[in-house]
């Protein structure tokens, strides 16, 4: 009897989301992160004669795109959510540096090793560039800040823990903004491709429409749609029995809501999202209904990481990587060990913090679903040499990050608490 691919799905769809709900109590505290599962159940499922359609990211762009967009948004409202530091110039000192020195010098160093080691022309190397900017902390989600909660003594766990934990706080809003300010170096690329190398053609409009104009609007955007869903979401008390039953919801529907709204705008619904979820966690920080909204955003958060990783993993198992050269493999891995550590310790440079802090910061720069989707938006909008040689690379980058990073990540922060007092 033929087997139907649809119920094949959902069958592996079960076993997936049980995942989600299982696994944390098998794999706590262990050097070990939930998305390896995932991949691996992916690779060995589309491994098997089941007659499921292979996932190739190529093949099905679109479909590729939305999936990881909306695992995107899922994941920045989740981010912004527990994050219980106030935005400002000196409290988010670890922030800004990763975002104005870190984040270029990767995005460089990455762009220069794929024009000069993988040999690809400028504007795919621009665009291998601009898909490792994204770091995704919920691929192990040891190094992220904990989730809001009161403490025994009235504080919030996040509040109490985010003063001393700079690594995970670090980490946390670095991937919250850099995830959105990929987009700019992704539109870089597809003006490259649209309108040839030389700046003179692309500048200008690159940087007052897609620099300025996109992220003028998307600040305002998540100020403007964080100001409104906290009023509602806080000053509208769920008393009925309705009403009870669909608590949290306002953080899935806040999260569609300003992305949507913000991209209508002209602006970047990315860093509308996530200025929207810093909004609301600061507007009644101490509310016990935080913890509820980010219960919520994380279950959705976590759902749509699962489903992708099943599908990375079956791109694996389907050829993902067969137009991988060794070349290839080589600046995958020196994306990962040497030009993000290298870039973050360069842009922790005079941070008053301990070196095994640094070091840690440094080296988790994570790669996973932000690069997905900012390399399926590029490929559909231009025609890029070698587009599967450059999802190859990709994925090798994130594999690797998925693995070494999910292992390290529980010892990493266990030898940051014993070496470093207060963290």
């Known amino acids: 009897m033929a087997l139907e691919p649809y119920v094949v ?53 679109t479909v590729a795109e939305k999936l990881t967009e909306l695992g995107v948004i899922l994941a920045l409202m989740s981010a912004g959510l527990k994050l219980d530091r106030v935005p400002g110039v000196a409290s988010w000192t670890s922030t800004w540096r990763l975002l104005a020195v870190t984040m270029p010098i990767s995005i460089l160093g990455a762009a220069l090793l794929g024009w000069g080691v993988a040999g690809f022309v400028v504007p795919a190397a621009a ?35 985010g003063k001393a934990d700079e690594v995970r706080f670090a980490l946390t809003s670095e991937a919250g903004l850099n995830d959105s300010l990929a987009f700019p170096f992704t539109y870089l ?106 219960d919520v955003a994380e279950k959705g958060e976590q759902l749509l990481m699962t489903l992708i990783m099943v599908l990375f993993g079956g791109a694996i198992a389907t050829g993902l990587f067969d137009p991988l050269t060794v070349r290839d493999a080589a600046v995958a891995a020196t994306i990962v060990f040497v030009v993000r550590p290298a870039a973050g310790l360069v842009g922790l440079i005079g941070f008053a913090r301990a070196w095994t802090e640094k070091a840690v910061i440094s080296f988790f720069g994570i790669r996973g679903i932000g690069s997905f989707y900012y390399l399926s938006y590029g490929v559909n909008q231009a025609a890029f040499p070698a587009a599967d040689r450059i999802w190859a690379l990709v994925g090798c980058v994130v594999l690797v990050s998925v693995v070494v990073h999910g292992v390290a990540a529980t010892p990493a922060v266990d030898t940051v608490k014993e070496r470093v007092p207060g963290a």
Do not use: C
């Not at 079960?14 to 992916?42: K, N």
């Not at 990315?270 to 979820?277: D, E, G, K, R, T």
């Open 9 to 61: 799905g959902l069958t592996v769809s079960g076993i997936a989301v049980l995942g989600v709900t299982l696994l944390p109590r098998l794999v706590s505290g262990r050097p070990i992160s939930l998305p390896i599962f995932y991949v691996g159940l992916g690779v060995v499922v589309f491994s098997l004669p089941l007659g499921l359609p292979s996932p190739d990211p190529l093949e099905h762009g």
């Open 127 to 161: 665009l291998l560039g601009a898909v490792i900017a994204p770091t995704d902390p919920v691929l192990a989600s040891e190094v992220q800040v904990e989730e809001p909660g009161e403490g025994e003594e009235g504080i919030a766990i996040d509040e109490k823990e």
């Open 189 to 294: 690329a597809i003006s490259m491709v649209a309108l040839g190398v030389a700046p003179e053609n692309w500048l200008e409009t690159w940087l007052t429409e897609y620099v300025l104009y996109k992220i003028g609007v998307g600040l305002v955007g998540g100020v403007a749609a964080g100001v409104l869903l906290a009023r509602l979401i806080f000053q509208l008390s769920a008393e009925t029995k309705l009403a009870q039953s669909v608590r949290g919801l306002e953080a899935l529907g806040g999260t569609l809501f300003a992305y949507g709204a913000t991209e209508i705008a002209g602006g970047y619904g990315f860093l509308a999202v996530f200025v929207a979820a810093l909004w609301i966690r600061n507007y009644e920080k101490r509310h016990e209904y935080n913890a509820t909204l980010h």
